[in-house]
Nanobody, 126 residues
Framework: QVQLVESGGGLVQAGGSLRLSCAASGRTFSSCAMGWFRQAPGKEREFVAGINRGGGSTYYADSVKGRFTIARDNAKNTVFLQMNSLKPEDTAVYYC???????????????????WGQGTQVTVSS
């Protein structure tokens, strides 16, 4: 069992930055690929960024590529999402997710993820 708790959301002006954190409980964090997803009002939840178990591979949605960076610290059971050059269209609830796996892949599909956090609100004003 893995429990995930996100933090770091808030209100920021367009062009600003935020850093989201996701703290994981349990001893299996290093066995999990991790991902960030988001859901805007009236829209489906979508993939934002993913990172593999060791942290050596990452993948981003086209909409955030070059602006967002995902990273993990396995010693601290934490995954981060650094968000720069924020736009109003980045406004959403951001969710952290964990996929318990023996593979070294990065997962994009929500179906691959076993555990989810409760989400943190990010609001970007224009």
């Amino acid at each position: 069992q893995v429990q995930l708790v996100e933090s770091g959301g808030g209100l920021v002006q367009a062009g600003g930055s935020l850093r989201l954190s996701c703290a994981a409980s349990g001893r299996t964090f290093s066995s999990c690929a991790m991902g960030w997803f988001r859901q805007a009002p009236g829209k489906e939840r979508e993939f934002v960024a993913g990172i593999n178990r060791g942290g050596g591979s990452t993948y981003y949605a086209d909409s955030v590529k070059g602006r967002f960076t995902i990273a993990r610290d396995n010693a601290k059971n934490t995954v981060f999402l650094q968000m720069n050059s924020l736009k109003p269209e980045d406004t959403a609830v951001y969710y952290c997710a964990a996929a318990l796996t023996q593979r070294t892949a990065v997962f994009v599909s929500q179906r691959n993820y076993d555990y989810w956090g409760q989400g943190t609100q990010v609001t970007v004003s224009s």
